[in-house]
């Protein structure tokens, strides 16, 4: 008797113009494709015809069907399956994510997560870490959180929402209708309108760098109010939850230098006897975190034995 072909495992990354996907096999081989994803041009049904097409190509160049999909959406969702916000997409609102999804490949196991819990699953694996939290610093604020080499509170349960942690009570107001979240103060829009504020003039991403190189104090300020907030959240889940490691991501991290350091120092002097900091290094994937964790969220699935989204 023969053995039939490896499995392959789909991560798909769905983003805010794109969507990129990648298929492993459990023999080491690889195909990726990536695809434009218009912005809300055409409702749920455009969209999911794109995505059934990409996964087609990808299928077509395995030669077989995938044992199981992890999907990254940016979406919320509720316990029924269905959407209950996508700012970026406010026709999915309503959509029963989990059938239409399923639709897309038959047969195949399919589990879906936040792209910060994605992230965090893949920057656990590339640190071989089992207790890591992830930043993500960019458009917003996302994060995750592996405990014992799994997503905490799993994607049955909500995503890992640390950019909705309030660290400035009477703060900024946040997207969300709160004031003084993690994200309204952190985010990349939220540093350069503070830096703004304080130059008195508009600031761009790339003259925030040039002004944090020659030692502008309202490009350091700017940072340092950004810094200060991510240690306070930092810190705040390590009083909770242990993670021995944090790692900082995300577009608008990535290019801003010493962010990682000023946060380590900040989050440094909020240690207290018996509660140390834990290390802060910059992520090892950068932008492939979400697609790479996908991947691992559709491995996840098939080595759980227990339902695809009801996974602890």
Known sequence: MTAGPPPWHLGIDIGGTKVALRAES?????EEHTFAWPHDEGGPEHDLALLADG???LTARTGDGFQAVGVAVPATVGP????TAWPS????????LGPALRALVPGAAVAWADDGDVGALAEAD???????LYVGVGTGVGG???????LCPGPSRGSFELGHLVVASGGSPCVCGRRGCLQAIASGPATLARAGELRGEGVAYDELREALRIGRPW??????DTCRALAGAIMGVTELLHPSLAVIGGGFAAGIDDLVDRTATRLAALSRPGRPAP???PARLGGLSSLRGAVLLARTVTDAAVPPTQLP
Do not use: I
Request: net charge negative.
């Open 89 to 96: 997409r406010p026709s999915w609102t309503g959509l029963a």
């Open 26 to 30: 459990t023999d080491g081989r690889t």
């Open 55 to 57: 996964v087609a190509t």
């Open 219 to 224: 490009a350091t300020a700017a940072v340092d």
């Open 144 to 150: 995750g959180l592996v405990l014992g080499g799994r």
């Open 80 to 83: 029924d399956e269905r959407v």
């Open 279 to 281: 290390p802060v290094a």
């Open 126 to 132: 590339a640190a071989d870490c089992a207790d890591l």
